[in-house]
């Protein structure tokens, strides 16, 4: 009898109730069991399990064991599972996270489609704008915008986002393009107020980063909100590119100053590399990238 063998058995007697219930439930002998418990415990040199007419009890030593055996146990079967899912059918629950808005206009779509390509797959999408940790809440693959510290995750740019400035023609068409940011202090404008982010518009002037403070009269909590407003031809807006891409191919609104740009953030694919990189993990990582990178590829712009 082999030690994996020896180490099953002795795992399901830890579970009780009786050495005969574990023969019925592994379809095995009662001798068969028994003689796996003898073995261990002379190769071992120690007694684990304390027999009694009525019960079987742990001993000391079989509780740690035991506890040692489910581990190892475990650990064989998702080896297994991960060398044979490489080349499997894509099966069972993937968890995804994304920032909220950019998740509700792009990533959802990119799993509705995936579902249907893959029956067996079940997602749990979680839209939000912190940064979960990917090992510690159980997350399988992650979108992030903006550059990635340095950690064991994997990685794949899918692509960019830049930090437009925008308005309606019509407002243009009255109040003119502006041609610096500079002129953007005696135009209408709308500012996005968000925990941690700086009132002051930011962009490029002359290779280096330079923040104008704009006089903006309106000021919104959401770009959603700001958007809106740039739409009914209030004022200039600035607001991250994937959030605008409908208006600006609709023609609602225009994208100017975009000589002066920062340099677009980078869209990224995260994913923990290694044995628990399942078929349904990798199948989506690539579905996924593929899909972000055609619908990123107009915010390849300035920077």
């Not at 058995?9 to 009780?16: K, N, Q, R």
């Not at 959802?108 to 809440?137: F, K, N, S």
């Not at 002359?206 to 309106?218: F, I, M």
């Not at 807006?237 to 609709?250: G, K």
Request: aromatic residues 6%; hydrophobic residues 40%; contains cysteine.
């Amino acid at each position: 009898m082999d030690r994996i063998q020896e180490m099953t058995l002795f795992a399901a007697v830890a579970e009780g109730p009786s050495f005969a219930a574990v023969s019925r439930n592994l379809n095995v002998s009662t001798a068969t069991v028994t003689r796996a418990v003898a073995q261990l415990e002379a190769r071992l040199g120690t007694l684990l399990i304390v027999r009694t007419t009525r019960q079987l009890r742990l001993t000391e030593a079989g509780v740690r064991f035991a506890d040692d055996c489910r581990r190892l146990l475990a650990d064989l079967h998702e080896a297994e599972n991960a060398a044979a899912g490489i080349h499997g059918t894509p099966r069972g629950l993937l968890t995804v996270t994304a920032p909220q808005v950019f998740g509700d206009l792009h990533v959802t779509p990119i799993m509705t489609d995936y579902l249907t390509q893959h029956p067996q797959v079940q997602i749990r999408g979680l839209l939000m704008d912190r940064i979960a940790g990917q090992l510690e809440e159980g997350i399988d693959v992650s979108v992030r915008i903006g550059e990635l510290p340095d950690s064991s995750m994997t990685a794949i740019q899918a692509g960019t986002v830049r930090r437009m400035v925008c308005a309606s023609p019509a407002y243009l068409a009255v109040h003119g393009t502006p041609q610096h940011p500079g002129d953007l202090i005696e135009r209408e404008t709308v500012s996005v107020m968000i925990t941690g982010r700086s009132p002051d518009w930011t962009f490029r002037i002359e290779g280096q980063h330079q923040e104008v403070k704009v006089r903006s009269r309106l000021s919104m909590t959401s770009f959603t909100a700001s958007i809106h407003a740039a739409v009914d031809g209030w004022g200039l807006t600035q607001v991250p590119s994937y959030q605008i891409r409908r208006h600006l191919q609709a023609g609602t609104l225009c994208a100017v100053l975009e000589d002066f740009e920062v340099r677009p953030m980078p869209v990224y694919v995260v994913y923990v590399e290694g044995r628990r990189g399942s078929s349904k993990v990798r199948s989506f990582v690539d579905f996924c990238v593929q899909r972000l990178r055609a619908d990123l590829e107009y915010s390849a712009g300035p920077g």
